[in-house]
């Protein structure tokens, strides 16, 4: 196993720089920064985490081929790889529906956006002139001009076709869930997906890129990461709330309290102990522990810690290290 740290660049960059630095003093192997236009952006980000870290690998999680051309994407994380010394991940999805209706993006065919970027992507690190004629990612003859190294490319991926092509063309998958229910479903379509594509499902490193809290406190623990929870449920499908019996009908209102900004409706009810246990890996390093046991024994190679970490981030990235990882 392999345990990893998600960080939103909605804090300042040098703040992250600090975390980064001290999760890889406690073993952690991944940090992943989240990718939206309206954080910082995440390739400087992921070069400042560069500069100050040694031996951690660093990847974006995730970006997409809609707000960035693929030889661009390329480019960057070629950067961020020989700035590294050769730690980068390119972890990229199809991107945030929400954030593009903003920007003015239609989200055409976003697993076939995502195949094509991927493979235009794989020839530029290869140092391939790349000519492509796809739906979507059209190349006629582009070069990169620089030698990119070895770069991993993860995938952000939930459903299950987007699975299946993990299987088919990741090193990895980052999914954002955190129960087992989830992971079993996952797990069976990124295999099929490998499978397919002659490859062995075990190439494909499975990361739970999961709400995680953790505190000596349970009742702390719960209580920070109720808010991320009820903005997952509002986010869910309804077929994955089914699937941990919540009624699909408590998402319209959990999304009008968010809308309202009533966080007190929220962390009084609304947010139930069902939701928490579906939806975050949450509680004491005991019961975190049991979950990612759990998680394990189903086929995660990968845990990320994302938001909120805890109700103190750098005691939560201590502990993690001093109960979890260095057990
Ligand atoms: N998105 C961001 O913008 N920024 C982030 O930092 C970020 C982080 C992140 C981390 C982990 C993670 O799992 C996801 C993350 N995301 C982030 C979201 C990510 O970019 C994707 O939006 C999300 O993972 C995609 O969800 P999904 O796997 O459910 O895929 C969607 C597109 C979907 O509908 N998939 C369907 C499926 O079954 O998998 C397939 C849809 C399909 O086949 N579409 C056809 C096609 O060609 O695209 C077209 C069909 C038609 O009718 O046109």
Not at 26 to 48: A, E, K
Not at 75 to 92: H, K, T
Not at 133 to 155: L, Q, R, T
Not at 182 to 204: L, M, N, T
Request: aromatic share 6%.
């Amino acid at each position: 196993m392999t345990f990893g740290i998600e960080f939103v660049p909605g804090d300042p960059v040098l703040k992250l720089a600090h975390y980064a630095k001290l999760a890889e003093q406690q073993g952690f192997d991944n940090v992943w920064i989240t990718d939206h236009y309206n954080n910082r952006d995440v390739y400087s980000t992921l070069t400042v985490l560069a500069m100050n870290t040694n031996s951690i690998k660093i990847g974006s999680g995730v970006t997409n081929p809609y707000t960035r051309n693929a030889a661009v994407t390329a480019s960057s994380i070629a950067s961020v790889n020989e700035i590294s010394g050769g730690r980068a991940i390119l972890g990229i999805g199809p991107g945030d529906k929400a954030t593009f209706d903003s920007m003015g993006i239609s989200w055409d065919k976003p697993l076939t956006t995502t195949r094509e970027s991927i493979q235009a992507i794989r020839g530029f690190l290869a140092g391939e002139k790349v000519t492509q004629d796809g739906d979507m990612v059209k190349f006629s003859g582009a070069k990169m001009a620089f030698k990119a190294g070895d770069v991993p490319i993860y995938m952000g991926a939930q459903g299950p076709k987007m699975l299946e092509l993990a299987g088919e063309v990741s090193d990895g998958v980052l999914i954002n869930a955190s129960h087992p229910k989830d992971f079993e479903v996952a797990v069976k379509q990124i295999a099929s997906g490998a499978k397919k594509a002659g490859r062995d499902p075990k190439e494909v490193d499975v990361a739970a890129y999961t709400c995680f809290s953790i505190d000596k406190d349970a009742a702390k623990a719960k209580g920070s990461a109720q808010v991320v929870v009820a903005f997952i449920v509002a986010g869910s499908p309804d077929m994955v709330l089914e699937r941990h019996g919540i009624d699909p009908a408590a998402k319209a209102d959990i999304g009008a309290a968010i809308a309202k900004g009533d966080f007190g409706a929220l962390m009084g009810g609304m947010v139930t102990e069902g939701m928490m246990d579906a939806f975050s890996i949450c509680g004491t390093p005991d019961d975190c522990k049991a979950r990612i046991n759990d998680l394990l024994d189903i086929g995660v190679t990968q845990i990320v810690a994302g938001s909120p970490l805890g109700p103190n981030k750098e005691k939560a990235i201590k502990l993690i290290g001093k109960e979890i990882i260095n057990q």
